[in-house]
């Protein structure tokens, strides 16, 4: 079973959302802020939790593919479409980008929103990066096919997913969070099944930056946007972890402009 949280308002907007968790995340990322922010809004907003992720299924991840990751969002566009009558946008924050990517290279979908995803050009310079500054924990990870190896320590989570201003104590509260992630991801987004812009239909995607990342660089998510025929939106004084830095409502209300835009 799929972890699926809902909040949903008394008259929904015709358009659900689903949020989508990145790597050792889950969808209590979402449920921080932006679920109940989007249900103030008016609208059906729905996030889950990946397989073995959260509070889903207990699973052994080592092996799991990209393409078993968006069978599941698959399986959970359909409960959405049965609820709410109508297929939801789809919002992929890193590795929930890179599904997101994915699965419109199969489906169809009203729009999709890329919140500081895996780029078109996939994981390799951002595993390149981090080797240069943490070789240790990037052999560990290696050594024992583990994700989590690369994000166990909480100061290096810190460095990673958040801004420098942000309250540790916070960081580790959210670090007690982060999980495991498949070890096959590393292969499937850095060389074997990187994003493919070519096999996707025509459909409205925001692109996301946020302007102090360390995991995915302004410039990779231009190239990205560029790939999909828009313009990056760039997040000022913003890490990774966008839904969770103190600024998320900027990104939020970018998002809601850009669904009320939508054709419907």
Known sequence: MLELLRYIPQIPHPTPLLFIHGAW???WCWAEYFLPYFEQQGFAAY??????????TPQKLRWVSIWDYVADVRQQVEIIEQEAQHPPVLIGHSMGGYIVQKYLERYDAPAGVLLASIPVMGTLPFFLRFFRRYPLAFLKSGLLMKGYSLVED??????LFFSAHMPFEQVKQYHTKIQDESF??????ALLNRPNPKRVKPVPILVLAAANDQIFSVKEQMATAKAYHTEAVVL??????VMLEPNWQAAADHILTFIHNLPM
């Open 154 to 159: 909480v100061e290096r989570a810190h460095a």
């Open 236 to 241: 000022a004084d913003t890490a990774h972890d």
């Open 47 to 56: 996030a889950l939790s990946l397989r073995g992720h959260g509070k889903s």
């Open 184 to 189: 096959r991801l590393v292969f499937d987004s």
């Open 25 to 27: 995340h889950g969808a």
